[in-house]
C-alpha cells in the first residue's frame, strides 16, 4: 500500500469510523487494485523465465499491502473490515458487488496534461460509480 492508499484509508477511518467509537454505521470493504505482471521492454526466449519471478514479487507486495491494511483498521478500532485484492480497474465492479454507500479513492494531483492523457481512477469512478465518491486528496507536502 503506498502512501497515498495508506493515507485515503486512514483518512476514511478517522472520518466515518472514529466519531462512533464501538458502533459504526458502515461496514468497511477495502480493495486493492493489484497491477498485473507485465515486464516492459523484456522480449526473446529469456521473457517467460522473468515473469513468474515477477508474479511472484507482486504477490508479496499484494501480501504486505493486506497486513498493513488490517493493521491500520485494527489500530484505528475496526476489527470487521474485509480486504479483498482484485485486478486493476474493478472498483465501480466493487461498488456494485458490495452495495457500497460511499467509495472513497485517492488523487494523485496530476496536473492538466497528464491527466489528460492518463485519465485517473478517480475521475473514472466519479463518473460510472453508482455511488456517492470521496476523492481524498493526497497531503501537500512542506519544503
Given amino acids: 500500500m503506498g502512501n497515498l492508499s495508506s493515507h485515503v484509508q486512514e483518512w476514511t477511518l478517522d472520518h466515518f469510523f472514529a466519531p462512533f467509537a464501538s ?6 470493504f477495502i480493495v486493492h487494485a493489484k497491477p498485473t505482471p ?3 521492454g523484456i522480449a526473446g526466449p529469456g521473457a517467460a523465465d522473468v515473469l513468474p519471478h515477477v ?3 507482486l504477490r508479496k507486495i499484494v501480501a504486505k499491502v493486506v497486513e498493513k491494511a488490517k493493521e ?3 489500530s484505528k478500532s475496526v476489527h470487521d473490515a474485509v480486504v479483498e485484492v482484485d485486478a486493476r480497474n474493478v472498483l465501480c ?6 452495495n457500497a454507500s460511499v467509495l472513497a479513492v485517492g488523487s494523485h494531483g496530476y496536473g ?5 492523457v492518463l485519465g485517473t481512477v478517480s475521475d473514472y469512478c466519479s463518473h460510472h460509480a453508482h455511488c ?3 476523492i481524498v486528496k493526497k ?3 512542506k519544503h
Avoid: G, Q
Fill in 23 to 28: 458502533n459504526p454505521p458502515f461496514k468497511l
Fill in 93 to 98: 465492479e466493487a461498488v456494485e458487488k458490495h
Fill in 139 to 141: 497531503p501537500k507536502t
Fill in 112 to 116: 492538466a496534461i497528464k491527466r489528460a
Fill in 38 to 40: 507485465s515486464v516492459v
Fill in 55 to 57: 508474479d511472484a514479487d
Fill in 132 to 134: 456517492y465518491v470521496m
Fill in 72 to 74: 491500520l483498521c485494527v
